[in-house]
């Protein structure tokens, strides 16, 4: 019997359909496009259809040009992004999401409002117990220093009696107020940054010299900068104490004073530094009295604008017995770092 008659084209085949349909983005419009596509108004007579595939088969994505890009079949065709346009696709940016920490917005914005207060508080608590006594705002000047001033100083204070003029050097501000130059301008301006460095050298050369001689322990980096503080804090009390006795009006500064009590440490690390050169004996204690005495007549030379101010610069002025007690004063200062060196040195 024939499935076929004359009359009649044959009936159409019936295939499976796929487990997984693909999806078959639409050609371009163009009859020929520059990818090679073509479009055909009826199905090609030479199309094969595909075999069907079973569902137990794992199915690789399969890939289509687009616009010289890969994607797979079976998703939406990419919009190409235009240069210099930001792509439609990428989200704009969304406030943090505080939930995935379990916290909603109200409590997230409290915790940061709480967080803000305590810091301000923080500021204010420190700025009225502390503020009067040293100032945190002129803290940074004393730090405003170069590598040429740091040599220079240095120098001065190895080989003081070398050096002139001792005048610190002051301008005029807009205010019309008379100002002293920062340390980076004016080599005579007492600074922070090299009695701190010192400081911590000191305590880094003194493990230094007992690891040298196979006696170190931990506790000697406490113990020697608890001697530091110390021998500071005595030295500036003394200086406090005698400016007030001697009714030395505002030519004692806080910052002033730490930093010319903390320059004694250079020349403790220089006799630190000849012991680790095996230098020992009679030769050892000349380079301790000599670092001495450069500190001391450093010190004078310095302190003086301080303890004995010009005419110019004091209401009141400075009469005979006040002028002589101010010089035993200041060189009883300067007598004093032999003690406290050698506490730094040998204790």
């Known amino acids: 019997m024939s499935y076929y008659s004359n009359n009649r ?6 295939h499976p359909v796929p487990t997984h349909p693909a999806y078959i983005p639409e050609p371009p419009s163009t009859p020929v496009s520059p990818q090679g596509y073509q479009r055909y108004t009826s199905s090609p007579p030479s199309q094969s259809y595909p075999q069907p595939i079973p569902p137990q088969q794992h199915i690789s994505p399969s890939y289509i040009s687009h616009g010289g890009q890969y994607q797979p079949i ?13 792509p439609s696709h990428m989200p704009p940016t969304a406030p943090v999401d505080f939930s995935a920490w379990g916290l909603n917005d109200a409590t997230a914005q409290f915790g ?23 100032p945190i705002t002129a803290v940074k000047r ?52 090299i009695p701190l460095m010192a400081f911590v050298t000191y305590i880094l050369a ?9 006696d170190f322990r931990p ?15 005595l030295d500036f009390a003394f200086v406090k104490l005698g400016c007030y006795l001697l009714n030395i009006q505002g030519a004692s500064q806080v910052l002033d004073l730490l ?35 450069a500190t001391a007549f450093f010190l004078l030379r310095s302190l003086r604008s301080v303890v004995l101010p010009d005419a110019s610069a004091t209401a009141s002025p400075v009469n005979t017995a006040q002028r002589s007690r101010r010089i035993t004063f200041l060189f009883l200062v300067a007598m004093l770092q032999v003690v406290y060196m050698a506490i730094l040195v040998w204790v």
């Open 9 to 14: 084209s044959p009936p159409p085949l019936q």
């Open 206 to 214: 003194v493990a230094l010299h007992f690891g040298l001689k196979s």
């Open 259 to 293: 930093a010319y009590n903390g320059y004694k440490f250079v020349g403790v690390i220089v006799t630190l530094i000849a012991g680790m050169l095996n230098i020992r004996g009679t030769l050892y204690l000349l380079v301790f009295l000599y670092s001495f005495f």
């Open 219 to 233: 506790d000697i980096l406490g113990v020697r900068a608890s001697t530091g503080l110390v021998v500071i804090l």
């Open 142 to 193: 004393y730090f405003n220093v170069s590598n040429s001033y740091v040599v220079h100083k240095l120098r001065i204070l190895l080989f003081p009696w070398r050096h002139k003029p001792w005048s610190r050097r002051s301008r005029r501000a807009e205010n019309g107020q008379v100002e002293l130059l920062s340390p980076k301008e004016d080599v005579n301006a007492p600074d922070l940054y």
């Open 74 to 86: 079976g998703s939406p065709p990419r919009q190409q992004p235009i240069h210099g346009q930001v």
């Open 112 to 134: 940061m409002q709480l967080g803000q207060s305590a810091v301000a508080a923080g500021q204010d608590y420190v700025q009225k117990n502390l503020g009067g006594l040293i």
